[in-house]
Each structure stands twice: as C-alpha cells, then as structure tokens.
C-alpha cells in the first residue's frame, strides 16, 4: 500500500490541532516501512480508555470520535476526527494508562507508529524522527491547552 492517501489528508486537514510535520513525499515514503496500515470498522474501538498501549494512529481515511467513559452512565465526547488527524500521540511517548476511548464513527484507515518502531526509526533516521516527534509534541500541547480552557482535568 502507498502512503500518497495519507500524505494527502495529512497535508489538506485544517485543523487547529492538525499534525504537520515538514516532510515531503520522499520522506513520508522513508517513513512508511515504519508504520502498520488498518482498515477498522464503524463502531470499532481502536484506542480503550485504561489499557495501556504505546501506539500513535494516523487516520487516512474516515472519521474517530474520542471520548471519556463518566463514572455516571453515559459518555463524555471529547472530539470527532477527520481524515490527517492523529490520535493517540501521547501514549506513544509514556506506557501511561490510555485517557479515552476512540472509535471508528465510519469506516476508517489508519497507519499505526508502535513505541518500538519509534525507536528504530530514531536510530535509523534521526531528523525524520525529529521531525515527526516535534509535530506530534505540537499536537499534544495544542489539545492540553484547549482541555485546560474547557476546565477537562489534566493528570
């Protein structure tokens, strides 16, 4: 499979919290052995709230809805993703319990970066890695800050 999709939606997302690293199609190319593509299901968890998991997800195709199980019935959504956002940035860099829930709302494309991946890639291709670090850093500073505006508990 081909990344240009991915390259794509990545590039035409705009979104305050959008993932953009400086790359080009070259790069993401280098990058693409990397990463393990997945076609989930609408109504599939791909992230559970709790387990612990060092994975980033990269949506290609498709929409995610992130949200938090209440201590009371029901849920709390927290945002709906649209193809080139990423999810699950944070648990890649600590073996953290995950904070929420994301599901497939349709069917959906993603290309997973594993922890061990990760580090391959730094000892392979350090300023690829870099690069790709700093985007993902900049995504989880942009979504603390708006968790921090709405009063959401960061812990």
Known sequence: MDIQELFDAVHSLNAADAFKPRLSL???RAFQPYLTRHEIRAGDLLVKQG???RTMYLLERGTLQVFVADAKPGVSRLSLLRAGSVVGEAGLFS????MANVEAMTACVVWALRGPRLEELIARNPALALELVCAAASV???????NIEIGQAVS
């Open 51 to 53: 387990d612990h998991d």
């Open 26 to 28: 070259a790069q993401w």
């Open 140 to 146: 989880m500073g942009v979504r603390m800050r708006a």
């Open 95 to 98: 073996d953290q319990p995950r």
